[in-house]
């Protein structure tokens, strides 16, 4: 009989190859829009898109403008599909006085289906009319407080976001107040104590970090992240990430808590060209 390992073993690298490509599943695709009043939206939508994709299997194209008003120009909204190539938004832009019924409508029906990541100023916007902003996120707010730190209290450590991580104690950041609360499932409350106009001790408390199941598809929020030094901190990135892993349903998939390598895409919008979706150019540096 003629030996047959050599046979035995090609077949067997070929089920391990093919096992191989089963175990690598396709990467998320992430959308990151960003743009508005008050932010370094340049440096901060680079430390997102890489900051994301370094430490999960997500694309993560960018969309964002230089445009510091409060109601700057996001054309792609007026399309009522502007999402439906992704699997999940994520919100950082700071708009509060847009309110174009058309682009929120179409904002709020692509979140139905589609999950979302708001991030900061996101809480603010879209207050330019009476809409459902709000009660997508799952708590309103109207107004931050001082540029002082914050302690960062996980109020749900048994929540899958939450369970592997640890409070902290921020740079100097700010303190979005909760008006109302809607849907949001707690997840971190923030605390920060300051002196007041009259020189008296002031300590004020919210929520920072939420989910929302109760108004569309999942959303995470965190009102965290309004500068540099807080948006490039690991714990902050490690929060978002697996913010936007928990509302895609991948948070427990092992397979997802891979680097993301491939190409990302990156607009940076112009006045002439506010309705255009981006392309792949760019490759996503690791980090």
């Known amino acids: 009989m003629k030996p047959f390992h050599h046979h035995s073993a090609t077949i067997i690298a070929a089920f391990s190859t093919c096992a191989l490509a089963q175990a690598e599943p396709e990467p998320l695709k992430a959308l990151l829009i960003a743009g508005g009043c008050c932010h370094d939206y340049q440096a901060q939508q680079k430390i997102l898109s890489e900051g994301i994709s370094s430490r999960a299997n997500i694309r993560v194209d960018v969309i964002w403008t230089k445009e510091g008003g409060h109601n700057p120009e996001f054309l792609i909204f007026k399309d009522p599909d502007w ?81 592997p991580l640890k409070g902290w104690v921020s740079e100097k950041d700010e303190l979005y107040n909760n008006v109302d609360i809607y849907g949001a499932d707690p997840l971190a409350l923030g605390t920060q104590t300051y002196r007041g106009k009259d020189g008296k001790e002031v300590t004020d408390s919210a929520l920072v970090a939420w989910t929302n199941t109760k108004f569309g598809a999942p959303s995470f929020s965190t009102s965290l992240g309004h500068f540099n030094h807080n948006v490039e901190d690991p714990r902050y990135l490690e929060l978002v990430t697996r913010g936007a892993l928990w509302v895609c349903g991948k948070l427990d998939n092992q397979a997802y808590h891979q680097a993301y390598t491939g190409e990302n895409s990156v607009l940076e919008i112009e006045e002439k060209h506010y309705n255009q979706k981006p392309k792949p150019n760019k490759k996503q540096p690791a980090k």
């Open 83 to 163: 999402a439906k190539d992704y699997d999940v938004i994520i919100h950082d832009e700071c708009a509060a006085l847009k309110k174009d019924e058309t682009e929120l409508k179409n904002i709020l029906n692509a979140h139905k289906t589609v999950p979302a990541v708001h991030l900061h100023c996101a809480m603010h916007s879209f207050r330019g009319s009476e809409n459902d902003w709000a009660k997508h996120l799952g708590v309103k707010s109207d107004r931050h407080g001082p540029h002082v730190p914050i302690t960062v209290e996980i109020v749900n450590p048994e929540h899958p976001i939450t369970k």
